[in-house]
């Protein structure tokens, strides 16, 4: 599988207690950080849960 880069451009202040959660889940606890995944169904699913507050780099 190919692997994404996820960037949070939005801060999670003011966000729900389970976006924040998968924030952590996906390891972006920062403003601007990007991390690295595999490109699964669950980490697609996370994403898709905060579209809103990533961005997605491929």
């Known amino acids: ?3 994404i880069k996820i960037k949070q451009t939005k801060s999670r202040i003011g966000a729900p ?3 924040k959660r998968t ?3 996906l390891g972006l ?7 690295e ?6 980490i ?3 994403v898709e849960k905060v579209k ?3 961005t997605i780099i491929k």
């Open 1 to 3: 599988m190919s692997t």
């Open 17 to 19: 207690a389970d976006q």
């Open 23 to 25: 924030l952590d889940a």
């Open 29 to 35: 606890r920062k403003m601007n950080r990007v991390v």
């Open 37 to 42: 995944h595999e490109e699964t169904p669950s």
């Open 44 to 46: 697609l699913g996370m």
């Open 52 to 54: 809103h507050l990533v």
